[in-house]
């Protein structure tokens, strides 16, 4: 399974962004896909997850309302869409898929990851 992510980039704060990924090599219906995020000096931190459907979702508390997970089956692609962006939201984003069953919230249940993608806000 490969994972490309894409979008990251400079914004103002209060601005949005939106991240993509996009999945190849496997049955992109067969994951659960998680968002993370690492800042300089910062253990890699969850961020947002999908099920399998697209049907649930889980954010943690710090982007919660802001930013928003989706995925297209269609183009086996998910999304973070990041809205209201600060300067604490700076950080490499990665991708991940997760064979897991449940949510995963931690990045060692995840079986495969994308590149990471630079997110850098300024205020």
């Known amino acids: 399974v490969q994972l490309q992510a894409s979008g990251g980039g400079l914004v103002q704060a209060g601005g949005s962004l939106r991240l993509s990924c996009a999945v190849s090599?496997?049955?992109?219906?067969?994951?659960?896909m998680g968002w993370f995020r690492q800042a300089p000096g910062k253990e890699r931190e969850f961020v947002a997850t999908?099920?399998?459907?697209?049907?649930?979702?889980y954010y943690a508390d710090s982007v919660k309302g802001r930013f928003t997970i989706s995925r297209d089956s269609a183009k086996n692609t998910v999304y973070l869409q990041m809205n209201s962006l600060n300067a604490e939201d700076t950080a490499v984003y990665y991708c991940?898929?997760?064979?897991?069953?449940?949510?995963?919230?931690?990045?060692?249940?995840?079986?495969?990851w994308g590149q990471g993608t630079q997110v850098t806000v300024s205020s």
């Open positions: 991940a898929a997760a064979s897991h069953f449940g949510t995963p919230l931690v990045a060692g249940l995840y079986d495969y």
């Open positions: 090599g496997r049955t992109f219906s067969s994951y659960q």
């Open positions: 999908i099920s399998r459907t697209g049907g649930s979702t």
